[in-house]
């Protein structure tokens, strides 16, 4: 992994179809979850989507630096029998969930969770054990 392995946490698992990382919660984790993204993607053979989802996750890291203290998690699902699908979750310590709320022009943020809900096919909120899961769905062109 080169100099980006000691800017993670911990690396959860990388085998098969799926991928977890941990993260911790400082502006660099933005950079360093986001090529761990493009890399993994780039290994299972689905850069097409690479762009988009290194973006998304970049937006809800950055959600998450902005009100946790703690951890923030990554992983990146191929979900079984779902060949065209890329599940993609970032977690961290805050169990109150995002939202979506509307940016003015001028704003400098509040338009990550807008652009997860239209360039996504599905996402949406869960709770954890200690905090929350921002996840998303994307389509793999075939």
């Known amino acids: 992994m080169g100099s980006l392995a000691w800017e993670v946490i911990g690396l959860i698992d990388t085998e098969g179809d799926r991928a977890e990382w941990t993260f911790p919660a400082d502006p660099g984790a933005v950079r360093t979850a986001r090529a761990h993204v493009r ?82 096919r599905r996402w949406g909120t869960r709770p954890g054990g200690t905090g929350k899961t921002v996840w998303f769905e994307l389509a793999v062109p075939g």
């Open 39 to 120: 890399r993994q993607l780039h290994i299972w053979d689905l850069d097409s989507v690479g762009d988009i989802a290194a973006l998304l996750v970049s937006e809800l890291v950055t959600n998450a630096l902005r009100h946790a203290t703690g951890p923030i998690g990554v992983r990146l699902v191929r979900p079984a029998g779902l060949p065209r699908t890329l599940l993609v979750e970032v977690s961290d310590p805050l169990p109150d969930p995002p939202r979506e709320r509307a940016a003015r022009p001028e704003d400098e943020s509040g338009r990550g969770l807008q652009l997860v809900a239209s360039s996504s």
